[in-house]
């Protein structure tokens, strides 16, 4: 196939001995663009997200859309026989992916030093709860309690309640998101400066949220500000909100900028309020949310979800109506935009899983392969190596395979 039909990463070798959700969904978008990622996992356990839910029966629904396009190999890297294969695995690659507890690889004689002396032009990607340096590094790490360090949970809820955590793993996708992005950016790096030596990308989960936060940072260092939770745009822009439809559904209205103010007064056939100095800017209109949002709120009310939704289209103002993920399955955009897409399952036969995205226009990624059983492609790769189908039935007897 040409390099059209792979993706913008095509040629770029990567091995994931990644577990859970951060770093391997972070693998999972570089496959999806082209590049060819091996998975190293625990002989007969494998990667814990395997056994995550949801489930159907027995079957972790999770895995197929985490896991595709990447190949499967078991290997205990902590034995002398699986370290040596390991190392000439490191060897043909470009990138490693980890996200073991810090010290972990080191004390099983694995660290960058020792793996940069049968590939010093490895780049190394790694993802710990804590990151590799500072009082915390050896921690242990998850999302949820990552996002709470992060700043992001005390925003978020009731002032008169306690703070909600998010309802999935959105810390460890966000950090997923830089895992790719600066695995592509030490690639590149290293490609445009014609560098022979690689180098070690490293983060904290927390860090990747806590990068988002700089009004936090700002309000706080500035104003002495500790901002109160909400369960919404707070001190950004008015109106903005959650508004339920007549018909006792519910919409996300937002208007951050003052011409879109201007769009959804004209909308409710109120100009007045353009006219008025409570309500003609931004900074007016938050020291006079109430009024707003009631005024807003009382309009809303008067329409239907898609009376509404069509209008405000119509006008240009931002709305969209709170989809379910029924909704999702059955709206035109979602379709037309190939968000969800059907792949093969050894046991389920298909199943639905999200498209590959960013789009390219020229060298468009997909996915190539379902995601892998346990150990699926030990023969293909390890035979690569050099290995022989008897070694193979040896390091299997053994457990290390």
């Known amino acids: 196939m040409s390099k059209m039909n792979f993706g913008p990463l095509t040629g770029v070798n990567i091995l994931d001995i990644s577990t859970m959700i951060a770093a391997p969904f972070g693998a999972t978008l570089l496959a999806d663009l082209g590049a060819e990622v091996t998975k190293v996992e625990l002989p007969g356990k494998g990667d814990t997200l395997r056994t995550v839910g949801p489930w159907k029966g027995t ?20 034995s002398e026989e699986g370290k040596e294969i390991f190392l000439k695995l490191i060897a043909k690659v470009d990138v490693l992916i980890e996200n073991f507890r810090p010290g972990t690889l080191e004390k099983w004689g694995l660290g960058y030093e020792e793996l940069k002396k049968v590939n010093p032009k490895l780049i190394m990607t790694r993802v710990s709860g804590y990151g590799q340096t500072g009082p ?62 690689g180098q070690v990308v490293e983060m904290g989960l927390y860090e990747s949220i806590f990068r988002m936060l700089e009004f936090l940072i700002a309000e706080y260092d500035q104003n002495g500000k500790v901002r109160e939770r909400s369960p919404g745009l707070a001190g950004h822009s008015s109106p903005a909100g959650t508004y339920e439809t007549k018909d006792g559904k519910y919409v996300v209205l937002v208007c951050s900028t003052d011409s879109t103010f201007d769009r959804l007064a004209k909308a409710m056939e109120r100009e007045d309020m353009l006219e008025d100095s409570r309500y003609y800017t931004n900074s007016e209109r938050l020291k006079n949310d109430a009024d707003v949002q009631e005024i807003v709120s009382n309009w809303i009310r008067q329409l239907t979800q898609q009376e509404l939704t069509d209008k405000l289209d119509s006008f240009g103002v931002p709305v969209s109506p709170i989809l379910t993920i029924e909704d999702i399955f059955k709206d035109p955009q979602y379709k037309a935009r190939e968000n969800i897409v059907e792949v093969e399952h050894p046991r389920l036969g298909t199943i639905k899983v999200p498209g590959v995205v960013p789009k390219f226009s020229k060298t468009p990624g997909g996915i190539r392969h379902r995601a892998p059983e346990l150990g699926e492609h030990n023969e293909e790769v390890l035979t690569g190596l050099g290995l022989t189908a008897e070694d193979l039935v040896n390091l299997k007897e053994k457990g290390i395979i």
């Open 59 to 78: 079957e972790p629904l999770r895995w197929p859309g985490l896991a595709r396009n990447k190949k499967s190999v078991t290997l205990d890297i902590r």
């Open 136 to 197: 915390y590094k050896e921690k242990a790490g998850f999302g949820t309690p990552g996002t709470a360090f992060s700043g992001h949970t005390a925003i978020q809820g009731y002032p008169d309640r306690p703070p909600v955590s998010p309802s999935y793993s959105l810390l460890d996708y966000i950090t997923g998101i830089y895992v790719a992005f600066a695995t592509v950016s030490a690639l590149y790096g290293q490609e445009v400066n014609d560098d022979d030596e």
